[in-house]
Nanobody, 126 residues
Framework: QLGVVESGGGLVQPGGSLRLSCTASGFTLDYYSMGWFRQAPGKEREGVSCISVEGDRASYADSVKGRFTISRDINTVNLQMNNLKPEDSAVYFC?????????????????????WGQGTQVTVSS
């Protein structure tokens, strides 16, 4: 079955950590720059982080710098999120085509192979 799956979200207290993962079935993510964007109710879509095809460059939104780390492995893109804040609460999606420099632009993300995942919900609350 073809598709993209995001996982790893959940409910965590402020200051906690989560590790998100994105993987594909039926095709590979390895040929694309990949990244994460998030969507919270009533807010604009926000680019969070992007990693280059080779994995040697990464970019982050100012709001997550120093707290989030993006990485990639074979057909997988991960987002380690530390020191989470309530404002990080959102549905997180992975996508392709972002720029691994400057601040990630949510408008740069495209689906991989024509597929979007369902996203993974992150809720930071005490």
């Amino acid at each position: 079955q073809l598709g993209v799956v995001e996982s790893g979200g959940g409910l965590v207290q402020p200051g906690g950590s989560l590790r998100l993962s994105c993987t594909a079935s039926g095709f590979t993510l390895d040929y694309y720059s990949m990244g994460w964007f998030r969507q919270a109710p009533g807010k604009e879509r926000e680019g969070v982080s992007c990693i280059s095809v080779e994995g040697d460059r990464a970019s982050y939104a100012d709001s997550v710098k120093g707290r989030f780390t993006i990485s990639r492995d074979i057909n997988t893109v991960n987002l380690q999120m530390n020191n989470l804040k309530p404002e990080d609460s959102a549905v997180y999606f992975c996508g392709a085509g972002c720029l691994a420099e400057g601040a990630p632009d949510a408008g740069d993300f495209v689906s991989v192979g024509g597929y979007w995942g369902q996203g993974t919900q992150v809720t930071v609350s005490s």
